[in-house]
């Protein structure tokens, strides 16, 4: 197989046909060499039922999850079982357009010693004015405070070789950033700008504030890249000692002088002050902590209930 694309979905029926209908006419060139890899992240529309009529024609493959784990999981299972050289991965909601494919596959072959195409949005259409300054600033973010960088209003529309692939699984992240995970893995990576379209059916399963986007923001977009909270966490705690021990020899000072020191208020303000950077502290080493015993579990990153479409049925 030329080319695998990979699709992580739930309850995306409005959107199935319509994906199908332009991947196909996008890849009409390639017919008989690719194939399209649906990673069902246990849905409970009729997203299964849509997509098990179209496994006969041959280009359509199925996976489905014992239960919800989540897009990235979803998306390392479809590079697990993809079998194609160029590995293509997008989004289902039809806001990356699938006729940008062919041109992904041409700027490879225009580029054979690069391992990522990646793509760039230049605008993003029908997106919440909110949630568009939250992403802007999560990228910047992102790009300020990484060890390794990520390209700025890059998502998870991208082509990557056979070789970038293994090495990105190789990783067996328990808490997996993918956009992190290939930038960390290096190579040659060029990147193909386009409109970011809306979504064509349905509603997002990532609102600016949910708390799936907050969590994964600081699990595994920051905790897992950075150690920067930890180090913000330290010279704080420094500034704080440093106030503190000064504080303490003017009152030192004042005591031998016969002043009278401040009352109640500048107490309490100065224990509630520190108690708050303690708690906050604690909470960004807990952070840390918690992606350690989870990865020392070391506990399967998904479970595969059934597949189709497939030589060998699980």
């Known amino acids: ?24 006419k996008s890849l009409s060139a390639f017919e008989g060499n690719y194939e399209l890899i649906f990673v069902n992240d246990n849905s409970k529309d009729a997203s299964l039922n849509l997509l098990l009529k179209e496994v006969a024609k041959g280009d359509v493959k199925i996976i489905n999850m014992s239960r919800n784990f989540g897009v990235a999981e979803c998306v390392l299972a479809g590079f697990q079982y993809s079998s194609g050289f160029l590995v293509i991965y997008m989004d289902t909601d039809l806001q990356d357009p699938p006729e940008l494919i062919p041109e992904l596959i041409q700027k490879w072959k225009e ?40 390209p700025i209003d890059a998502g998870d ?38 409109d970011r379209e809306t979504r064509y059916g349905g509603d997002t399963h990532f609102p600016a504030f949910g708390k799936k986007v907050i969590f994964n923001a600081l699990e595994r977009a920051l905790i897992s890249y950075s150690d920067i909270p930890l180090k913000i966490s330290l010279f704080v705690g420094f500034f704080i000692s440093a106030l503190s021990f000064l ?15 401040p009352g109640w208020s500048a107490i309490m303000a100065t224990m509630l002050i520190l108690g708050g950077i303690q708690l ?12 350690i015993f989870h990865q020392t579990k070391n506990r399967p990153l998904y479970i595969v209930k059934d597949t189709y479409g497939f030589n060998k049925q699980e």
């Open 280 to 291: 906050f502290t604690m909470g960004v080493m807990g952070l840390y902590i918690t992606n």
């Open 1 to 24: 197989m030329e080319i695998s694309v990979i699709f992580s979905f739930y309850n995306e029926e409005k959107n199935i046909l319509e994906l199908l209908n332009r991947c196909r």
């Open 247 to 261: 504080y303490l020899i003017a009152v030192i000072i004042m005591k031998f002088l016969g002043w009278n020191l």
């Open 157 to 194: 529309f991208k082509l990557l070789t056979r070789r970038a692939v293994n090495e990105v699984l190789k990783m067996n992240e328990q808490k997996p950033f993918i956009r992190g995970m290939i930038a960390y893995i290096g190579f040659k990576q060029i990147p193909v700008y386009y």
């Open 111 to 150: 580029n054979p010693d690069a391992d990522v195409i990646y793509t760039a949005r230049k605008s993003r259409m029908g997106e919440n004015p909110i949630k568009m300054l939250v992403t802007k600033l999560g990228y910047r973010l992102m790009k300020s405070l990484y060890d390794v960088e990520i």
